[in-house]
């Protein structure tokens, strides 16, 4: 009789076939914005790193099979799985796009239980696809096994994630940990100057004012308005990455926004952006969360591989795996110079038991509840993503 044994993922994150690449962002986009509706409290700050989830989902996903493998697909919105080879090469070039001005480090390892009988093809996959290692250890050994882990996720965040996982998150029934770091540290093209930072108010979503340390940069950028909201992309050096801001107009609510953004919104703005002057606007700040997705993932329809029903054959043919927890933790500070970003997530398995530009600038001023996104320039994928509604 097959036992029901443990796996947990640990993801950290920080953000051509184009046809390919194209469906693959798509997916990755709208998945994100599903993740974000999900998971959004409607009084807090938020930031995540979709990217960094997807990965660690996407490892598991090479690991299933039959029913548990097609609700992967749903949940990641990965109708075609051969647009899972964009997505490696998506992830290679983030990871080769560093330099003195900017880095983007995704790493990958998995943490195998030293008995546990794994799919030899599986493990020679992951470590093609996903460069990623497996190290042995023994989940009996409680705190070493956490010491090690924490130390690898801090090591690749740069320090910026610590403690992810604590002795609680493991026990006897550990088979398996996949972990993912992806680390962002971008310095704007356009730095702010430090001397035209003063403080004002921040209107939150409550209605409340907070007083705020607010940058100010006026320079051409990336800019699309309507009715309801403006947006606005300012690019990092080389530009390889862009940070943007979706800002709801006096009289729209963050809310609305939130429930009308979708992919096809996404991708209809960000083709119709133009590059004025803008009069720019936009608070220091900095902001860290946790994340249990399990009841998250569940609902967006990742159901059976939570369950002792789970087929995770293509990971051990000797052992009843299933998903146990999706945690995540992430970090973002913006100020004058740069912005830094990290998140770390894990996944357990446990047994079962437009026209002409005006002459003035356009002012974009974020003194109020906005989105915000890290993309990749090349492909509109989003790296990053969050909201700021409070001090």
């Known amino acids: ?26 997916a990755l986009n709208a998945y994100s914005l599903d993740l974000y509706q999900n998971i959004k409290i409607e009084d807090d700050n938020m930031i995540m790193s979709p990217l960094s989830i997807y990965t660690a989902l996407l490892i598991a996903y ?66 093609n696809r996903y460069s990623a290692n497996f190290k042995l250890i023994d989940f009996a050994k409680n705190k070493r096994t956490v010491s090690a882990i924490n130390s690898w996720v801090s090591q690749k965040t740069q320090g910026c994630i610590k403690n992810i996982i604590n002795s609680n998150e493991i ?27 003063k403080p004002a108010n921040f209107y939150t979503i409550k209605g409340d004012t907070s007083r705020v340390d607010f940058m100010h940069k006026t320079e051409n950028l990336g800019y699309y308005e309507n009715s309801e909201f403006q947006i606005l992309r300012k690019p990092y050096k080389n530009y390889d990455n862009s940070f943007c801001i979706i800002l709801p107009k006096k009289g729209n609510t ?71 927890k999706v945690l995540h933790k992430t970090y973002i500070e913006i100020n004058e110079l740069k912005t830094e970003a990290a998140a770390a997530t894990i996944i357990e398995i446990e047994d079962g038991e437009s026209g002409m ?35």
């Not at 009789?1 to 798509?26: E, G, R």
């Not at 075609?80 to 001005?101: A, I, V």
């Not at 399990?294 to 029903?309: D, I, V």
Request: net charge negative; with cysteine; glycine share 4%.
């Open 357 to 391: 530009e005006e002459p003035e600038p356009k002012v974009f001023n974020a003194n109020h509840p906005f989105i915000f996104l890290i993309l990749d320039n090349e492909t509109d994928a989003i790296v990053f993503m969050g909201r700021y509604v409070k001090p």
């Open 171 to 197: 026990n006897e029934h550990s088979k398996l940990i996949i972990s993912n770091a992806i680390y962002f540290s971008g310095t704007w093209k356009d730095e702010f100057d430090k001397d035209d930072t």
């Open 254 to 324: 963050l809310n609305g926004l939130e429930n009308s953004l979708n992919n096809t919104l996404l991708n209809s703005i960000l083709s119709k952006m133009r590059y004025p002057e803008v009069k720019l606007t936009m608070p220091k700040f900095k902001l860290e969360n946790n994340y249990s997705l399990k009841k998250t993932l569940q609902e967006m329809g990742l159901k059976l591989a939570f369950s002792p029903e789970a087929d995770f054959s293509g990971i051990s043919k000797d052992e009843q795996l299933m998903l146990s």
């Open 62 to 127: 090479e690991g299933a099979n039959g029913d548990t493998k097609n609700e992967f697909l749903t949940t990641l919105n990965m109708l075609e799985p051969e647009s899972l080879n964009s997505f490696n090469e998506f992830t290679k070039k983030l990871s080769t796009c560093s330099d003195t001005s900017n880095k983007m480090i995704i790493s990958n390892a998995l943490w195998v239980q030293y008995n546990l009988k794994y799919d030899k093809t599986y493990k020679e996959k992951i470590n």
């Open 1 to 26: 009789m097959k036992k029901i044994v443990s796996l947990f993922i640990i993801l950290s994150t920080v953000t051509n076939l184009y046809a390919q690449t194209d469906k693959f962002k798509n």
